[in-house]
T-cell receptor, first 118, second 112 residues
Framework: AQSVSQHNHHVILSEAASLELGCNYS??????LFWYVQYPGQHLQLLLK??????LVKGIKGFEAEFIKSKFSFNLRKPSVQWSDTAEYFC????????????????FGKGTHLIIQP | NAGVTQTPKFQVLKTGQSMTLQCAQD?????MSWYRQDPGMGLRLIHY???????DQGEVPNGYNVSRSTTEDFPLRLLSAAPSQTSVYFC???????????FGPGTRLTVT
């Protein structure tokens, strides 16, 4: 079974600080990887995704993530955060083949709550 | 496209009542899923469907039923509401196994 681990449950940063949120997954095959963001009171929205090709992917709002296959990691980064980046961030992974067994094949981490102080 | 829509946005139920949370998508996605989100527990999968007529249980299926008679609709039924079902419910859909998930706006349910 696949699993996703997000190392930090809560992160507090000041505006203009650099951000890196960790995400590690366990899965034996080829994966597609995602980061989602959930602003307060809203639903999850896709921030960026990795399917194949360049392991450094750029998303919306200045976010980027790097897929390191050897480390099973897909860390999210932003060079300079803003107060409006305060949100919950979820890493997710899916294999390319549906396996059934009580899971829909898309696994989410528990989320990281990011607070940006002005 | 409207994307994934959910109704109602808010609902208050008394213990023992039943109700249906509606979910629809207009993107012709094969996969649809229902999650609940509780503080500190992330997203937990309740039920999902990989196509019309096919449903399966997720991580926390007890107390909920689903059906998928059309590609577009995936209602979630609470059979006899309990306070433990107080939560925010999200419906989601995606094109297929390896694709990104699109989420609805959510339903905030309170059971008293």
């Amino acid at each position: 079974a696949q699993s996703v681990s997000q190392h930090n449950h809560h992160v507090i940063l000041s505006e203009a600080a650099s951000l890196e949120l960790g995400c590690n997954y366990s899965y034996g095959g080829t994966v597609n990887l995602f980061w989602y963001v959930q602003y307060p009171g809203q639903h999850l929205q896709l921030l960026l995704k990795y399917f194949s090709g360049d392991p450094l992917v750029k998303g919306i709002k200045g976010f980027e993530a790097e897929f390191i296959k050897s480390k099973f990691s897909f860390n999210l980064r932003k060079p300079s955060v803003q107060w409006s980046d305060t949100a919950e961030y979820f890493c997710a992974v899916t294999g390319l083949h549906y396996s059934g067994g009580g899971a829909d094949g898309l696994t989410f981490g528990k989320g990281t709550h990011l607070i940006i102080q002005p | 496209n409207a994307g994934v829509t959910q109704t109602p946005k808010f609902q208050v139920l008394k213990t023992g009542q039943s109700m249906t949370l509606q979910c629809a998508q207009d993107m012709n996605h094969e996969y649809m899923s229902w999650y609940r989100q509780d503080p500190g527990m992330g997203l937990r999968l309740i039920h999902y469907s990989v196509g019309a007529g096919i449903t399966d249980q997720g991580e926390v299926p007890n107390g909920y039923n689903v059906s998928r008679s059309t590609t577009e609709d995936f209602p979630l039924r609470l059979l006899s509401a309990a306070p433990s079902q107080t939560s925010v419910y999200f419906c989601a859909s995606r094109k297929g196994q390896g694709w990104e998930q699109y989420f609805g706006p959510g339903t905030r349910l309170t059971v008293t």
